[in-house]
């Protein structure tokens, strides 16, 4: 028997022979048990997170392919700290080149994001901030539109 006409079947025993209110109360006690289970596999199907590899940052190919890698890649590399407390030339050695850079700041772009138009719907870019020594100190992302 298929899975769609054992659960009918559940369904059609479940709430047969009831009082109405019975009937209502077993109605909407199913109806947070689905919407549970739907968001908790929403919450788990959706981590679109990957753990930072300094060579999958550095990849070279398409555009789109490398910012994507990095996108699923930037949240790990803030989260684990993995930038704090290397100085300048450690941090070019694990990011690559970074599009800008200043005495206290470099600049990275994580994605650059197109739908169907020429302009880019959003760009995300790393800012790993050093103090006076060259020390990187805070990252964070900043997401333009």
Do not use: H
Request: aromatic share 14%; charged share 30%.
């Amino acid at each position: 028997m298929c899975l769609i006409r054992k659960v009918t079947a559940y369904f059609q025993r479940y709430f047969s022979y009831t009082e109405p209110l019975a009937l209502i109360i077993k109605i909407f006690t199913t109806l947070k048990i689905v919407i549970w289970i739907s968001i908790m596999v929403f919450f788990i199907g959706c981590k679109n997170e990957i753990k930072f590899d300094s060579a999958e940052w550095n990849k070279n190919g398409v555009d789109w392919q490398i910012t994507e890698y990095r996108e699923k890649m930037v949240s790990d590399l803030i989260k684990s700290d993995t930038l704090i407390g290397l100085d300048k030339i450690s941090v070019i050695e694990v990011l690559g080149k970074p599009e800008i850079e200043t005495e206290k700041k470099l600049k990275y772009l994580v994605r650059e994001k197109y739908e169907r138009n020429i302009d880019p719907e959003y760009i995300k870019y790393l800012w790993v901030i050093l103090d006076e020594n060259g020390i990187a100190t805070k990252c964070y992302v900043e997401k333009t539109k």
